[in-house]
């Protein structure tokens, strides 16, 4: 799963371009026929989406009445986009991600959390020097082109103690791995504790992680699903049937992690391979930051959203006043 917090200028032709009836178009058919659905993945399927293909596999949306169909975005800018343009139905994206896009306008909101915690984190070579965010003085740091990295890592030291002025931020694009593999950089911002950090590890390069919600940054939502408020305000059925399955879905993998799994692997896709003991590693780290607790999968609370808004205001990262309690939706 990638990041992809700046919304585009392009959402301006995309909603020119849109369908004129908005959504996928698809109504529930009269003669009982399944009512499509389509969403798109923020990136290539990987262990955070076995509840998606499992659910699919074991028929829980055809239980509901949905035909449900899964794309993958050529670029990960892309998902957000394309559901506020009215071309897909619902899509994987970042709760940062949906209070930028309010902020400019967009109309689009969250109705589940999927992973209910940071997955990127600060990684440090296992043997560094630094063991706090304030160690990072007079050190380089890798992010991938995201400037909501670098407010993470400055805020991150100023509430350690440090100066961040005293660190130097360089942009290495998506060549994170290379670029702590080969010591260009002495720490990492925007590498996934269920990706980077496991594939570093396996090559050899052993990390360890500084979690940005220990360190002033809020414990945001990682990842969750949204649609657009037209179709939300539509088809709530249709999002109400959707959760109902993949709530099946998580509940099935989180019983059967292996066999979960294994109906994700035979969903690879195959420009992108998976490895099969990277991704069930990552299903372990993913399953309790999936665990919504006395709540039901999905479930979203306000003052996390509260929270997250008032930290990217305080940051100038959103400059329009919005109301956090628009940009979700619990099902």
Known sequence: MKKGFVILASFLLLLLGACSNGGSGQTADSGGKLQKVNIMLDWYPNAVHSFLYTALEKGYFKKEGLDVHIQMPADTSDPLKLVAAGKIDMAFTYQPQVLIARSQNIPVRSFAAIVRHPLNQLMVPADSSIHSPKDLAGKTIGYP???????????????????????????????????????????????????????????????????????????????????????????????????????????????????????????????????????????????????????????????????????????????????????????
């Open 145 to 331: 082109s995201m400037d909501l990295d670098i407010d993470i890592v400055h805020t991150m030291i100023k509430t350690d103690g440090g100066d961040p002025n005293k660190v130097k931020m360089v942009d290495v694009g998506w060549d994170l791995i290379p670029a702590m593999a080969t010591k260009k950089t002495n720490a990492l911002i925007g590498g996934y504790i269920n990706h980077e950090k496991l594939l570093l590890d396996k090559e050899g390069h052993p990390m360890r992680t500084l979690n940005p919600a220990d360190y002033g940054v809020p414990d945001y939502y990682e990842l969750v699903l949204a649609g657009s408020d037209k179709e939300l305000k539509a088809k709530p059925e249709v999002f109400k049937k959707f959760m109902t399955a993949i709530r099946e879905g998580q509940k099935y993998v989180t019983a059967h992690p292996n066999e979960g799994l294994s109906i994700l692997m035979n969903h690879e896709d195959k420009s992108s391979p998976l490895q099969k003991d990277i991704e069930t590693k990552s299903l372990q780290i993913l399953l309790p930051l999936m665990n919504a607790g006395n709540n039901p999968f999905g479930y979203q609370d306000p003052q996390t959203w509260d929270k997250v808004a008032n930290w990217l205001a305080d940051n100038k990262i959103i400059k329009n006043n919005i109301k956090p309690s628009d940009a979700f939706i619990n099902f």
